[in-house]
């Protein structure tokens, strides 16, 4: 097979280059990354954090290796030259796409599109890139789940930084939700578990500001004694293979 | 340990071969490799080998400070190996000394020949190495320590680096070396593997070793990082693929 | 990972549960994360404890060794409070020279140990005006999760309640003895956060953190030192109410600390 993703050749050989899981999609074998920063690719929506504001542009924190630049001809503003900070702060959150990525690092990111813009309230959750497709699930299910469970809106940056909305409760709910993912994220029945455990927080016939402590919501939802799960779609875990022939 | 140089050298090797703590010349220390028990860092490591705790943290690829150490062509490898005031016996003052500061230059040059740092062109990986608890071989404690936190914080590398130091001990060749046999031992070689390609890409010497004696110790030192290599992959397994449980130990 | 700027809508939210009573993690404003202290965890130092708040992470050791004391205080012992915030522990700090940070850390420590009289100092003196013992508690922060001050607090005088004097191995003695711990202080850290007032706080509830005020305790029920830091204001009755909640999780504090001791 061909060299994919996370691996190198030497000699006729094929190694992984990160501790990740193999993926096996004929002709390319590849390497998924189980940890590490977010790497972009174009078409990536991403949620950022303004860094820095110059005349002409403002620098994006992405959780990238590198900050982001966002070009006031990105937006829907018309920013005079040196005006920047008139429309986004150091510190404002925004949802962008990633546009370009360049030899040198750079990434270009735009603000134009869809769905894309500054953030106004709600809150950000930072998980690990790694597990952003199982919090979004097959077919967006597992975010259907937690939203429709707990009235929180969302919104999933594929670089881990997902955006909460809708009423304190909500989001908190909703955080939770999103914890159970960054910590049971490699086994499989995740979806099942995610929802009996809103449903059996679900406080909607109680009212009243009184909520138990999240541990104890936690274990009610979670028994310790829940046998391991075979790990479903996922390939044993295979970190730094070396010495496989292919 | 220098006041103690007028006592008597203790018996390092036994009539039946054994060391002074019951070891063979071939065998390891005990070692304990747990990976990821840091929550800020983009990857850690905690190593516990023989009477050594280490602790190792990655940061980055991140961007660089200061920024004219950046690299138009490649992500930058810093590393700093620290030694906390109450890890050996007389209180070290804190800070960098030039021992320290040799032992950081060599290991990111180590980290620097198996990273693909060309992926990450004008960025700061950044390799702490924390000692906590000194007893010989603190630089290899630290390379595989900051090896395991490279590698869970999704760096890509040609592979994980083993270390470990070869010593002299009563005339004979040893692996591993703890204190004691240090302070009177006759020769010290620490040394770090690439496994995949069978290379060091870290090796220091000093004292005394015909050539003889150098080249076995190189087959001593490259099939205990082996061995080492075996535990650096099984901390790796053990952290992503059960699910993470409140952490014990640092 | 908390590497970039907090963004200011994670603020406004941490503000936003704080007016209901409610904080990020699900704790209530007066609930202390869970608090584990492990002493003699480095067998090189002469004292020396591990201690976690939530996740946050800080090792101390305690060195003592022969030396000179000040000339203006012949009969007393030297004692030295030397924090350390590795850039290892957090993705905010830069190696180098100790940051204002760091040293801030150490002297709100420092002053707690000695305003408390935790050691008496005169004790730890061989020959007045020549020769004494120079206590060296270290403080290494591994990770930064919030709350550094009572951390290292913590740390600090749980070593020095472990340590042990080394006589023998200095030919200061026929063996060595245990370092007498007369008062044990611990440091009580809280936030601002609007018109809330919440203990322990958390990385991400400093970054929110409208003042900070850490009071320092000790078993006799007294008042040893005090800090406010970071940019905001308390009233004296604020004060006085913090105080009060000092003192009750002071308690908690020590005895987790002692009961750790076995």
Redesign the interface.
């Given at each position: 097979m061909k060299p994919g993703a996370g691996t190198y050749r030497v000699g006729g050989k094929l190694y992984a280059s990160v501790l990740g899981l193999l993926s096996p999609r004929p002709p390319f074998l590849s390497v998924v990354p189980l940890s590490g920063r977010y790497i972009p690719k174009a078409g990536d929506t991403v949620i950022g954090?303004?860094?820095d504001c110059q005349t002409t542009f403002w620098l994006l924190?992405i959780?990238a290796p590198r900050w982001a630049p966002l070009h006031v001809t990105g937006t829907p503003w018309k920013v005079e030259v040196g005006e920047t900070d008139h429309y986004l702060?150091?510190?404002?959150?925004v949802v962008v796409r990633v546009e370009s990525l360049e030899a040198t690092g750079r990434i270009g990111v735009t603000m134009l599109g869809e769905g894309l813009g500054k953030?106004?309230?709600?809150?950000?959750v930072?998980v690990s890139p790694a597990r952003i497709p199982r919090v979004v699930g097959r077919n967006g299910s597992m975010i259907q789940t937690i939203t429709s469970h707990t009235g929180a809106q969302m919104a999933v940056g594929q670089n881990g930084r997902i955006w909460i909305g809708g009423s304190?409760e909500a989001?908190?709910r909703a955080?939770?939700a999103l914890e159970m993912i960054e910590e049971h994220g490699q086994r499989a029945g995740l979806s099942d578990r995610v929802e009996s455990y809103l449903v059996s927080t679900d406080r909607t016939g109680e009212r009243g500001?009184e909520r138990p402590?999240?541990?104890t919501a936690h274990r009610d939802a979670v028994p310790h004694e829940l046998p391991p799960e075979p790990a479903g779609d996922l390939e044993p875990d295979e970190p730094e293979t070396n010495s496989d022939d292919y | 340990m220098g006041s103690v140089g007028a006592k008597d050298v203790p018996v390092l090797l036994s009539p039946e071969g054994l060391r002074i703590d019951g070891r063979r010349l071939d065998e390891l220390r005990p070692i304990r490799i747990q990976a990821g028990?840091?929550?800020?860092?983009?990857g850690s490591a905690f190593v516990e080998w023989g009477?050594n705790?280490v602790?190792?943290?990655v940061?980055g690829p991140?961007e660089v400070?200061p920024r004219h150490l950046q690299q138009n062509h490649k992500a930058v490898i810093q590393c700093?190996y620290?030694m906390?005031?109450?890890?050996?016996?007389?209180?070290k003052r804190?800070?960098l000394d030039r021992r320290s500061q040799e032992i950081s230059k060599v290991i990111a040059e180590a980290f620097e020949s198996v990273v693909f740092a060309e992926e990450f062109p004008r960025t700061s990986i950044?390799v702490?190495?924390?000692v906590?608890?000194?007893?010989a071989g603190t630089r290899c404690a630290g390379l595989v320590a900051a090896s395991v936190a490279l590698a869970d914080a999704g760096i890509p590398m040609v592979d994980l680096l083993p270390a470990v130091a070869v010593g002299k001990v009563a005339g004979q060749i040893a692996l591993d070396l703890k204190k004691e046999e240090d302070n009177f031992g006759e020769a010290d070689l620490p040394m770090a593997l690439v496994p995949q390609s069978g290379r060091l890409v870290l090796l220091q010497m000093e004292g005394h070793m015909t050539p003889e004696e150098l080249s076995r110790s190189l087959d001593l030192g490259v099939q205990g990082c082996k061995a080492i290599y075996e535990k650096m992959k099984q901390a790796l397994r053990d952290r992503y693929t059960t699910a993470r449980l409140p952490?014990e130990g640092? | 990972?908390?590497?970039?700027?907090?963004?200011?809508?994670?603020?406004?939210?941490i503000l936003?549960?704080a007016a209901?009573?409610?904080r990020?993690?699900?704790?209530g404003p007066d609930d202390y994360r869970p608090v584990s202290v492990e002493p003699g965890?480095?067998?090189?130092?002469d004292g020396?404890a591990?201690v976690?708040i939530g996740?946050t992470?800080v090792?101390?050791?305690?060195?003592l060794?022969p030396g000179k004391p000040f000339p203006d205080t012949p009969n007393a012992g030297v004692l030295t409070t030397?924090a350390?915030l590795?850039?290892?522990?957090?993705?905010t700090f830069?190696?180098g020279?100790p940051q204002p940070g760091a040293i801030e850390v150490s002297r709100v420590v420092d002053r707690a140990i000695r305003a408390a009289e935790s050691i008496d100092l005169t004790r730890l003196c061989v020959t007045p005006g020549e020769k004494t013992w120079v206590c060296?508690v270290?403080i290494?922060v591994?990770?930064?999760?919030g709350n550094l001050i009572d951390a290292a607090m913590l740390a600090g005088i749980s070593a020095l309640a472990h340590s042990t004097v080394p006589a023998k191995r200095f030919e200061l003695g026929e063996a060595d003895y245990p370092l007498e711990v007369q008062h044990f202080p611990v440091e009580c850290t809280f936030v601002r956060l609007g018109d809330s007032i919440v203990v322990d706080p958390s990385?991400d509830e400093e970054q929110a953190a409208q003042g900070r005020l850490t009071v320092a305790t000790d078993e006799l029920g007294r008042v040893v030192a005090m800090q406010k830091g970071l940019v905001g204001a308390f009233s004296p009755d604020d004060v006085r109410e913090t105080v009060q909640r000092a003192l009750a999780h002071g308690d908690r504090l020590r005895k987790r600390a002692q009961g750790g001791s076995a």
């Open positions: 954090t303004v860094t924190d959780g702060h150091v510190g404002d959150a953030l106004e309230d709600g809150t950000i930072i304190p989001i908190q955080r939770e500001p402590p999240t541990e | 028990p840091l929550h800020q860092a983009d009477a705790k602790m190792a943290a940061y991140r400070h700093k620290n906390a005031a109450f890890s050996v016996d007389e209180r804190p800070g950044d702490y190495i924390e906590l608890q000194a007893n952490a640092p | 990972m908390s590497g970039e700027v907090a963004a200011e809508i994670r603020t406004t939210h936003d549960l209901a009573g409610k990020l993690d699900g704790r965890f480095v067998a090189t130092a020396s591990l976690r996740e992470v090792v101390s050791g305690v060195k060794e030397n350390e590795v850039p290892l522990s957090s993705p830069e190696p020279p060296y270290d290494h591994l990770d930064h999760s990385f």
